[in-house]
Structure formats: C-alpha cells, structure tokens
C-alpha cells in the first residue's frame, strides 16, 4: 500500500499524463513560488459491488481517511461521499457513483458487460485507481452511454483516475476568491465551466467553487482512437464557520454543477 503522498503523487502524474495535460499551464498561472495547496480530488465509479463506492475508498481509508459527508444527486443519478484525513494538509477525495439499478435497462447491460470484464485481483492495492480502463469498450457502445448518462460514458471511455484536482484559492495571494481566478485564466485561453453561474456557492454556504472545462484527450477505444471531453481543475475557496473553523464540506447543488465540466 502506498503512502498517502504516494498515492497522490500517482494520481497526480495519472491526470496531468493521461486527463488533463493543461494542468501544467495552470500551475505556471497560479503558483507563487510554493507548491499549490489541493483542496481535494475527485474520482467516478459505477454503483456496482464489485467497482462501487466503498471498493474506491477502500485504499483511502487504509491511509487513515474517515467518511464525512454523503450526497445524493438525483437528476444524475449519483450517490456520493467524501472523505478527510486527521491531518489536514492531506487533500480530501470525493468519490461519486452511478446508481446503475435507476437507469435504462439498456444502459444497465452495458455497464454490466464492461464491470464483468473486470478481474477482482486488480482491485487489491490502491494501484488501480490511477490505472485507467479494466475493460474493453468500442466506440458505438460509448455513444450510446452518452445518450443517456454524460457520467456513464466517462467512467466507461477513462476507467480510474482523478477526474479533477482543485486548488486551494485560500493560499492564494494574488487572488482571493473564485471570480479573480477565472478572469485570469479565461485571460490566458481556458473556458470556464459556466453551469449554474461562473461561480457556484459563496460565503452563505461557507464554499465556493469554479472550474475550467475538461481538456479533450485522445482515448483509445477497441476499434478506433477518439478525442473527447478527460478531466478538468477546480478552484475552491472556503470560509470560516461561526465555530472558528474552516468549513471542510461540499454543497450539493454546487457540486452539482461542477459535475457538468466534462459535458
């Protein structure tokens, strides 16, 4: 089992390889002189045993993660936890799933064709959450996916991997809320996920966030190699509780919104 570092170094390395190669261009932005704090990962699944939820948490809570909050995002489909380490310069992990028992019957073949691909072995470790597809799927049967579920064709065309990294805008000098950030990144080419507003949440829900939308990236399929929508960076800062604390939570209907970033 990896270190905690370890393991997100990997996914790290995952993501800017294989999902979002623009990442690169917006450390060369945002950072100032010191490492970009990340505020949390998020990673996609299907809501099936053998590949749910829980088995994506199984390496993080090994690590000493506890679950934190649950959310469920009925238009989608999703069910949804995340997880925080005891100490707090650890990033958080949102893991969501798709709740494959309340989509079309056609869809639910699908992913049950490509889940039975997968070989129970592989899921030991934590080596598999930043491994890619277990499966083998053709182009057509992506499409189909995306008809019905943005997030099934996802999961199904990039398997496992950190579907976005977030900055902490709290660290941030040069910028000290959401908007600054976009301004600065639409300035230098980047669009910015616009769903429900450039900017979901703000200081009422003690969080807000943006993101850019999803890089395209090659995927090799069974019978042909397309470009399509990888993953994306999230920027979020949060505020201070009544309490004295940092809220350490996510909004639902943010999250939401967010999720829209790889439409």
Aim: charged share 20%; aromatic share 10%.
């Amino acid at each position: 089992m990896d270190s905690g570092q370890a393991l997100f170094d990997k996914l790290w390395q995952d993501y800017i390889n294989r999902l979002c190669p623009s990442a690169h261009k917006v450390h060369a932005l945002l950072e100032e002189g010191q490492p970009l704090i990340n505020d949390h990962i998020a990673l996609r699944t299907f809501g099936l045993a053998k590949v749910g939820l829980k088995v994506l948490a199984r390496p993080f809570l090994a690590l000493g993660y506890q679950q934190k909050g649950d959310y469920t995002f009925e238009a989608k489909k999703l069910n949804a936890c995340h997880f925080e380490h005891p100490d707090p310069l650890m990033p958080k992990v949102f893991i969501s799933e798709l709740m494959v028992e309340q989509c079309s019957p056609a869809l639910q073949a699908i992913v049950e064709k490509l889940v039975a691909q997968v070989d129970e072995s592989s899921l030991t470790g934590s080596d598999f959450l930043h491994q890619g597809r277990l499966w083998d799927i053709d182009w057509a049967t992506y499409q189909t996916l995306a008809e019905e579920s943005e997030y099934a064709s996802w999961v199904a065309a990039h398997g496992y991997g950190a579907n976005h990294f977030t900055v902490s805008v709290n660290q941030l000098n040069a910028h000290d809320d959401c908007q600054s950030v976009n301004n600065t990144l639409r300035d230098n080419g980047f669009a910015i996920n616009e769903s429900g507003g450039e900017v979901k949440g703000d200081a009422s829900v003690y969080l807000e966030q943006s993101s850019t939308m999803a890089d395209r990236v090659p995927v090799a399929f069974s019978d042909c190699t397309q470009t399509i929508p990888g993953g994306f960076y999230e920027f979020a800062k949060r505020y201070v509780l009544p309490n004295g604390d940092l809220y350490q939570g996510f909004v639902a209907a943010s999250a939401d919104k967010i999720f829209e970033s790889t439409h």
